[in-house]
């Protein structure tokens, strides 16, 4: 029998399909009678299975949540940030270790603000290259020092904003009438209390990830006093 090449309609193929569950001879003739024909097929992938599964596809899809507003997220980092406070104070352990994260945080991120105006308004060369020397230093030190915070807790609190006190001391330090000088004088005072607080650390601290990196900083932190000194 010559393969059709037209198109079946949904109703005859069904028809003919339950016709095929009878006898043997209404079988041959039901797969006689749907010999696909290339024309047949084209027609049936062309054309029919396609749109059924788009619309397989958009039935099965979920709809996207909803996207929080600027004030929620707000709201939750809020919340988050309580919560982890109100854990830190309840240890003294954790208590003690954000207050090391706190002073050296805040320590590392004048000095690099510091820097940066010196190397803008600085008239010395050596003071500017050792300027972007420490910024380059502490860029790293707190990287490595985030890293060891989240090792040690994930209720420690990470905070580079600058307070009043330095912000005040970066407004001194734009008028100054010699920004080398007062650069220096401020370095070299947060470099004794940075290694301060690094000996302290090294000597009674209680998380490993946070003695680890003390130990690693005063490397830097002495080789920026040696610095320092031939200034």
């Known amino acids: 029998m010559k393969a059709s090449s037209t198109p079946m309609d949904a109703r005859s193929i069904i028809e003919d399909s339950n016709l095929a569950r009878g006898t043997s001879s209404a079988r041959d003739t ?10 047949f097929m084209r027609h049936v992938l062309g054309y ?7 619309l397989l596809s958009a039935c099965n899809s979920e709809p996207e949540p909803a996207q929080q507003t600027s004030d929620e997220l707000v709201a939750d980092a809020e919340a988050d ?6 854990t830190i104070a309840s240890s003294e352990e954790l208590t003690d270790a954000q207050s090391f994260l706190d002073n050296v945080v805040a ?15 600085g008239e ?3 003071v500017r290259a050792f300027a972007e020397m420490i910024v380059a230093d502490h860029r790293r030190l707190l990287t490595e020092l985030k890293e060891a915070a989240a090792e040690t807790s994930p209720d420690l609190v990470f905070n ?13 330090m734009r008028g100054a009438r010699s920004a080398d000088d007062m650069f220096l004088e401020r370095v070299r005072e947060g470099n004794r209390e940075i290694a301060a607080s690094i000996d302290e650390e090294i000597a009674t601290g209680t998380y490993p990830a946070l003695i680890d990196w003390a130990n690693a900083a005063k490397t830097d932190v002495t080789a920026h006093a ?6």
């Open 30 to 39: 039901f797969v006689a009678k749907f010999q696909i024909s290339e024309t």
């Open 81 to 86: 940030q309580a919560e982890a406070l109100e």
């Open 107 to 121: 320590i590392n991120t004048l000095q690099m603000g510091l820097a940066d105006i010196v190397k803008r308004d």
């Open 124 to 126: 010395r060369e050596d």
């Open 226 to 231: 040696e610095a320092l000194s031939a200034l």
């Open 160 to 172: 580079t904003s600058l307070s009043a006190n330095q912000q005040e001391a970066l407004a001194e």
């Open 48 to 54: 029919t299975l396609p749109p059924v599964l788009l």
